[in-house]
């Protein structure tokens, strides 16, 4: 498109005549929301606005087919949406992320950029509309109400995916520490207090666990966003929509995505209700509790290193003071940290706006999309700096953890079943009261011999499940 500087054109709407670049790709309603909401000072997620773009692909493939939309119109909106998703026409998706009108702003920045590239594929002017019109041709047959949640559904399937796929890099991660640290014995905390001997293996198996299970559940939970409402237009009743188009569109968004979509069965429910995306918020944020909890132990176990717990070496990735020579922070973990308190934040956000729907729709839509999206995103890029800037990383110092059970009188936990609680309870005290070791005083008491003490006190011994007769793990 190109426009002497200082070119304008008029386009008008219900509110009357408006003044747009003669060379801008958008429309008026375009202009009216970027003028009405300067709020976030970002525009929609560009996942959303590419579902979008995919919504618009398969409703004019659909209404093609059905014959409602004349095939030079319809291959020139498809082509517009082509180049739209090969990212070649830059006006589109420009709206603030938050905006009033249930996502009317969006839908229509998208109509008007697809319509006004089909006018100039078939020869005509941005702003002509006569070959291509925004409302008549590109949202044919639709609503706001119905293309966008749909186009909600579709991105935020997207990104499970995309997270799902880092979710799983992350827990090889840490099941593969959990293998190079099985012989590392330290001692296990509980309530920040010496509790009995542990495998540095067998805790980093508890964090490979934790997110195995992330996982699981984000993989599942792509089904509670499979079902769509596309179709039902304003209310879910499918109102200027034909039967042919209602009950072929979906099946042709599900080709163009490649995503298990249906039909809701009953549209009414599917376009005022937004449960199913707090269901996934909520997953979200278990996946959000799991990273805090767990970058909060590394932390913890690499504290120090010299005055601290020191047992974890993480990867020095940036200086970590202005003023304190040879401080290296533990940025990574705190970086996934904070990534975390957002994410459990914004599932508050989805919550709230899910239950701010009325009657018939859903008008914080687009909060609840951004917080949501959002979400995804933030937990997809903390998993990812996660594994590759700290956990695969991560060396173990088997001298601190060495010097911690050596020092703790309780690795006496471990001799329970072979020397007896009010034994243990002794050996406990003696090494209170004077510093010597447990193994020292256990052998002065002459309570276990030298081999037997170091096979209950060995690495096989603290990891086997459970005791075996006389004591024997």
Same mark, same amino acid.
């Given at each position: ?85 090969? $990212? ?149 009743? $499918? ?42 918020? $909520? ?151 004077? $510093? ?38």
């Amino acid at each position: 498109m190109t426009a002497c500087a200082g070119e304008v054109r008029v386009e008008r709407d219900l509110l009357g005549e408006l003044s747009l670049p003669s060379d801008a790709s958008y429309g008026v309603h375009t202009a009216r929301a970027l003028a009405n909401f300067p709020l976030a000072g970002r525009p929609v997620h560009p996942e959303l606005t590419r579902a979008l773009v995919l919504v618009k692909r398969a409703c004019a493939r659909t209404n093609m087919e059905t014959g409602h939309l004349p095939l030079h119109v319809g291959e020139a909106v498809v082509a517009a949406c082509d180049e739209a998703l090969d $990212g070649r026409l830059p006006e589109i998706g420009i709206t603030d992320a938050l905006q009033g009108g249930a996502g009317t702003s969006a839908n229509m920045n998208v109509n008007e950029v697809l319509a006004n590239r089909g006018e100039e594929i078939l020869g005509g002017r941005p702003g002509d509309y006569a070959r291509v019109h925004p409302i008549h041709h590109v949202n044919l047959h639709q609503s706001t109400n119905d293309v966008f949640p749909t186009a909600v559904k579709v991105a935020a399937i997207t990104l499970l995916r995309r997270l799902e796929k880092s979710l799983a890099a992350l827990q090889t991660a840490f099941q593969d520490k959990e293998r190079e640290f099985s012989g590392v014995v330290k001692m296990g905390r509980t309530q920040l207090q010496d509790a009995c001997p542990i495998t540095l293996g067998a805790e980093f198996s508890a964090y490979g666990e934790a997110i195995s299970r992330d996982r699981w559940r984000v993989f599942k939970c792509e089904e509670r966003l499979r079902v769509v409402n596309l179709g039902g237009t304003a209310v879910g009743t $499918g109102i200027t929509a034909p039967r042919d188009y209602i009950f072929l569109v979906v099946e042709r968004l599900r080709e163009d995505t490649g995503l298990g979509l249906s039909r809701a069965d009953n549209l009414v429910d599917a376009t005022q209700n937004a449960d199913s995306f707090v269901e996934v918020s $909520g997953i979200l944020k278990a996946v959000a509790v799991n990273l805090l909890k767990i970058s909060s132990d590394l932390r913890l176990l690499a504290s120090g290193p010299r005055a601290g717990l020191g047992e974890l070496m993480l990867p020095e990735v940036q200086a970590g003071s202005s003023i304190m020579p040879g401080k290296v922070n533990p940025v990574i973990c705190e970086a996934v940290g904070q990534a975390a308190l957002r994410v459990m934040a914004l599932d508050g956000l989805v919550a709230s706006a899910a239950m701010s729907g009325q009657l018939e729709l859903n008008a914080f839509l687009p909060l609840l999309a951004d917080a949501l999206l959002e979400s995804l995103s933030l937990l997809d890029a903390a998993c990812l700096m996660f594994r590759s800037r700290c956990v695969e990383g991560i060396s173990a110092d088997a001298a601190a953890c060495e010097e911690h059970v050596h020092r703790s009188w309780a690795t006496v936990v471990a001799l329970v079943p072979a020397i007896g609680y009010d034994a243990a309870v002794e050996v406990a005290r003696q090494v209170r009261e004077t $510093g010597a070791t447990v193994p020292q005083v256990v052998l002065e008491r002459g309570l276990l011999s030298a081999p037997e003490l170091r096979r209950l006190l060995s690495a096989e011994a603290m990891t086997v499940l459970g005791q075996g007769r006389e004591g024997r793990p």
